[in-house]
C-alpha cells in the first residue's frame, strides 16, 4: 500500500482511496490491463466505483507519468505501471500482450538532441503469434 501512494505521490497525483486501488491494481497486474478489466476487478470491492473514474484515473496516472497508454491494440487501450522503455509484443491470436526489451538504439533517443523537441514518450510495438498460440 505504502509503495502504491509514494508513487503517486511522487508524480503529483493526490493519493485518494480510488486511485490507490487503480495504481495498485496496474502494479500487480502486469498483463497490460483495460479499463474494462480494471474496473471489473476492482468494482465489487469498491461499489463507488464508476467506469468513468477508472478512466480519468488512468489518464491522470499516464499524464503524470505513473503510468503508460498503450494503443498497440486499436480496440482496446491499454495500461501499463512499468514506464521504462521497453517494446510490447501483441498477440494477434489471443490479444495478449507481453513486455519485451528493447533496443539500446531505441533508449538513446531519449538522449538525442531533437532539434528542441522533448521526446516523453516512445512507443515500440511488435505484432505477431505468440509463442503459446504456436504451440496449440
Ligand atoms: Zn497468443
Ligand atoms: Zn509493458
Known sequence: M????????????????????????????????????????????IPTL???????TLKILSEQGAAQTLTIDERNTCYDADTSPHAHFLCKSCGRIYDLPCDDAVKKVVDTDMDGHEVQEIHYYYKGICKQCKED
Open 2 to 45: 505504502e509503495i502504491v501512494v509514494e508513487r503517486l505521490q511522487e508524480h503529483n497525483i493526490k493519493p485518494s482511496m480510488q486511485r490507490i486501488a487503480i495504481m495498485k491494481y496496474l502494479m500487480e497486474h502486469r498483463t497490460h490491463p483495460t479499463v474494462d478489466e480494471i474496473y471489473t476487478a476492482l468494482s465489487p470491492t
Open 50 to 56: 464508476s467506469k468513468t473514474t477508472v478512466y480519468n
